[in-house]
């Protein structure tokens, strides 16, 4: 068939349609369909790793097995069926080099892990797709596998050294920088969730080490844009258990696409729950999602927002419910302080019914349906939310609304029943070593650089690239920087790095992770890194022993390991030992006497902790809803709309996209979906400007440009366009056109007003 | 370094690969799955192919089709058990695409069955079509490996 009919023919249809563009439309072709022989299977006798998912918050077990090449399993015919679990995807088996020698792995969804039972997404199931294999030049050529330098400055070439000369070329650097202007002067952007131990090593590193307290988190500049629940709770710590996704009556999701990001959890509650016909689904986002759609389809409500006016809506909610005489009394009056401040808040006339929908754009019944929802699953709700509130300016005012909305109603603490952000990445930080004192007036190391100030930084298991705000305008003088990168991969920091140390991942060394609902395991090393390649706090022992800084004589993951757990009371316990005997389940925090409650705030946790909210005095706060007083959403973002920049953009996360997409080119399943990225557009918006499907777009912000595929659709409503965040090719990532400002829980910001117009 | 899709392409077919992938497809015997006089475009035909225990769906899209088969080009037939873990998919005709209710993967038969959404990792295995005498035959299996299986021998 000819292509361009063929291309035509494939862009008709349905709403949830990625597109292909025409170069990809080209590559659509025979080459890639090969069909296997014979996929050789784990034989009984293979050695058995346990992991967990390298990738999301929901962290799904998996095991690795590792056996000789020849010497597996030849099975023929159909040997299992459906739901099993016992299906060996052919994506899951690779070759690798383990002890030097070549040798097969078969990395498979763990049936024993109570989190997944088996299951797996898209994004995990390629995870045997990303290993370093002998096998492929590919992947060989983009793995960074030994120490890199500029000697002499950022003209010459990145040149192989040894790990022991790139340690004393980064020590001298920061010795000197440091003397010279102060240890706020080095810059640290870390990936937060990085395997645990890296974290700490670093933090300590940066804090006590060298004293410094310029620092961002990968996506945020100060605050781990939790501030909006921990207000309530006196932590940000996700309080719900994976079982609630099957029991709970109704899921109310503002700004999170679990199906997308969190899909095993989507998963249990769709298939056990919402399809049965058990539960309901309110699904509050400005884009109409499979997720949405789904939660039609079965009852429930997608109610889509117009970005930036969650605090209105959530206000609005609050004062139907209190209007109604309708909130849970009883924990109100036993555990609930601040109530009077709520009452008096929402009296504003913008948190009416009619102020709402005019503000929110969400129709009248659609918010009575909502209030008729909530009001009937009172105390069996689960109240979620995450990026698509924390990265727009008001993100403490929606984060706090939403979850006083879940408080009055009761639903915290039962099962089924809770308000919690749902979280994007496993949680990697169990110790938090103490600032330096001049962190106090050094927020936003953003300005330190613009101020030039900052003059080195260590970009640290984070593509510095990719994850910061308007980067049209800080690349350029984070490139100027004395830059050090650890990663794994050869990225766009390469072209400005003046050190490289490669970094031993997943499966290469042992590391630890833990689940958005609370359980620590230890992933286990399977296989040889790379050349030279070490585990990142390695990197760290290595520069603090040049620079001659005391603590930092880890010599084995335990060790580091160790010394994070005594500072944690919900941890302590948990021994490496008992952690590897813990396998796939591993063991929850918080642990006392070798018990963990299964929800925070929960009966079971107050018998346990003889507390049951982490605040000071046992109590939920809500006072601070109070500065909603002052929301204004046309401040802000919207007041930034205006007839050059008539449009609102937001962001959004891929299903088959993992954060900036390092590992996104290894696996076929996610790149043959979305091999570039595509603004969603609504017809109308599309229409004023010339715009077709599949055609090149740029976007244009105040801020800066980055490009897109057009996807002409109703999934946003007028008005309203939006992308793929961190889709990584370095033209079409969205940060080029973000906000600087962070926002009010000191996160990024990725709506911003834009214009967007074809190539 | 952002590899090129051509370049990812030859590394999953030819020098990662974990297991032997020499034929472009795997031959198999040519069992008869339908008659062009009774094909209706967008109505399904259930069969199961290689062996009773893998059934697949033939569709006639009606209008020209990537690998397409017959007069127009429009005929094509896929592994009905979902890549992701092996509910059978189900044929929906206002979407034109095949449906997995178990987790919602949505894979389109006009584009080789790639999967657009949802958990699966890869397309459905295509099953290879020819047509002799006014039916047609499925006789091999292209790309990937039926649910269920270690071969699709
Ligand atoms: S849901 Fe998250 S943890 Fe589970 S397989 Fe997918 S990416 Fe991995
Ligand atoms: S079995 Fe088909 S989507 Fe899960």
Redesign the pocket.
């Known amino acids: 068939m000819d292509r361009r009919k063929f291309l035509k023919s494939s862009l008709v249809g349905s709403g949830v349609l990625p597109l292909l563009t025409w170069e990809e439309a080209k590559a659509f072709s025979l080459d890639a369909e090969k069909s296997l022989e014979a996929l050789e299977l784990p034989p009984d006798d293979a050695q058995v790793f346990n992991l967990t998912c390298q990738y999301c918050m929901v962290q799904c077990g998996y095991k690795a097995y590792v056996w000789e090449p020849g010497k597996g399993k030849k099975l023929a015919g159909t040997y299992t069926t459906?739901?099993s679990g016992e299906w060996v995807h052919p994506s899951f088996v690779n070759r690798v080099r383990k002890d030097g020698r070549e040798m097969m792995v078969a990395i498979v969804p763990d049936r024993e892990c109570v989190i997944n039972q088996g299951d797996y997404s898209v994004r995990g199931g390629g995870n045997a797709t990303t290993l370093y294999t002998p096998r492929s030049p590919e992947i060989a050529a983009k793995r960074l596998a030994y120490p890199l330098v500029r000697l002499k400055g950022k003209d010459s070439p990145l040149t192989r050294v040894s790990w022991d000369e790139a340690a004393a070329f980064i020590a001298e650097r920061f010795a000197k920088l440091k003397e010279q202007h102060g240890p706020d002067a080095l810059g640290l952007v870390f990936g937060d969730w990085l395997w645990t131990l890296p974290t700490y090593a670093i933090l300590k590193f940066w804090f006590k080490g060298l004293g410094s307290s310029s620092y961002a988190g990968n996506g945020w500049f100060f605050d781990e844009e939790s501030a909006g629940i921990s207000a309530a709770f006196g932590t940000g710590t996700r309080s719900f258990t994976v079982e609630d996704f099957e029991t709970t009556k109704l899921l109310v999701t503002a700004g999170t696409n679990l199906q997308a990001n969190g899909s095993i959890w989507w998963h249990r509650f769709y298939l056990k729950n919402l399809a049965p016909g058990n539960a309901k689904h309110i699904d509050i986002d400005p884009r109409r999602t499979l997720q949405a759609q789904m939660a039609e389809k079965h009852g429930g409500l997608h109610l889509q927002i117009r970005p930036g006016t969650d605090p209105i809506l959530a206000g609005a909610l609050i004062r139907l419910v209190l209007e109604r005489d309708a909130y849970d009394k009883e924990f109100v009056k036993k555990h609930v302080t601040g109530f009077d401040r709520v009452v008096e808040t929402v009296r504003d006339p913008k948190f009416s019914l009619e102020s709402a929908v005019k503000t929110t754009g969400i129709p009248r019944e659609k918010i009575l349906k909502a209030l008729e929802l909530l009001l009937e699953n009172k105390g069996q709700t689960m109240l979620l939310h995450e990026k698509g509130l924390i990265h727009q300016m008001a993100a403490f005012e929606a984060q706090h609304a939403y979850a006083v909305l879940g408080i009055l109603l009761g639903n915290v603490g039962k099962p089924g029943a809770c308000v919690s952000r749902s979280g994007g990445h496993p949680k990697g930080t169990f110790a938090w070593p103490e600032e330096p004192p001049s962190r106090a007036e050094n927020l936003n190391i953003y300005e330190g650089l613009e101020k030039g100030k900052v003059k080195a930084l260590w970009a640290y298991g984070s593509n510095i690239f990719k994850q910061l705000p308007t980067l049209s305008r800080f690349r350029p003088l984070m490139e100027k920087t004395f830059l050090v990168v650890s990663d794994r991969i050869h990225t766009e920091m390469d072209a400005a790095a003046d050190v490289i140390l490669p970094a031993a991942t997943w499966g290469e060394a042992d590391l630890i992770l833990a689940s958005e609902d609370r359980r620590v395991r230890i992933i286990q090393k399977f296989m040889d890194p790379p050349g030279e390649a070490r585990p990142d706090w390695e990197h760290v022992v290595l520069v603090a022993e040049k620079m001659g800084i005391p603590g930092f004589s880890w010599k084995s993951p335990r060790e580091v390991w160790d010394e994070i757990r005594a500072q944690n009371d919900w941890i302590k316990e948990m021994d490496w030992d008992s952690l590897l005997k813990a396998g796939t389940n591993g063991l929850r925090y918080p642990m006392v006497n070798g018990k963990s409650p299964e929800r925070l705030y929960s009966d079971e946790m107050e018998a346990l902790l003889g507390r049951r909210f982490f605040t000071k005095d046992n109590k939920v706060h809500v006072e601070k809803f109070a500065v909603l007083k002052d929301f204004d959403p046309r401040r802000y973002e919207w007041g930034e709309v205006n007839a050059r920049y008539p449009l609102m953009a937001i962001d959004f996360r891929l299903n088959e996209l993992w954060n900036t997409g390092y590992t996104y080119w290894d696996n076929p399943g996610a790149f043959e979906r979305t091999p570039d990225a595509y603004l969603l557009i609504n017809p109308l918006d599309a229409r004023a400007r010339g715009i077709k499907n599949g055609q090149w777009v740029v976007l244009e912000s105040p801020y800066g440009k980055c490009k897109a595929v057009a996807r002409v659709t109703d999934e946003v409503r007028p008005g309203v366009v939006a992308m793929p965040a961190l889709f990584p090719k370095p033209d079409q990532e969205f940060n080029y056109a973000t906000r600087p400002t962070p926002t009010t829980d000191g996160s990024v910001d990725t709506m911003v007003a834009c214009e967007v117009y074809g190539v | 370094m952002v590899v090129s899709r051509r370049k990812a392409l030859v590394y999953l077919g030819v020098a990662g690969a974990p297991v032997a992938m020499r034929k472009v497809f795997a031959q198999g015997e040519r069992v008869k799955v339908a008659d062009l006089a009774g094909l209706v475009p967008l109505q399904p035909v259930s069969f199961s192919y290689p062996d009773e225990g893998s059934p697949a769906i033939l569709l006639d899209m009606g209008r020209p089709t990537y690998m397409g088969v017959g007069p127009k080009k429009s005929i094509v037939a896929y592994s009905a058990l979902?890549q992701?873990?092996?509910?059978p998919t189900a044929f929906d005709p206002k979407e034109k695409l095949l449906v997995?209710p178990?987790?919602?993967?949505l894979y389109d038969p006009a584009r080789g069955g790639i999967c657009l959404e949802?958990?699966?990792i890869s397309r459905l295995p295509r099953i290879v079509l020819e047509v002799a005498g006014g039916s047609v035959y499925a006789v091999g299996v292209a790309y990937g490996l039926i649910y269920g299986r270690a071969s699709n021998a």
């Open positions: 459906p739901l | 979902c992701h873990l092996g509910c997995c178990c987790h919602i993967s949802g958990p699966a």
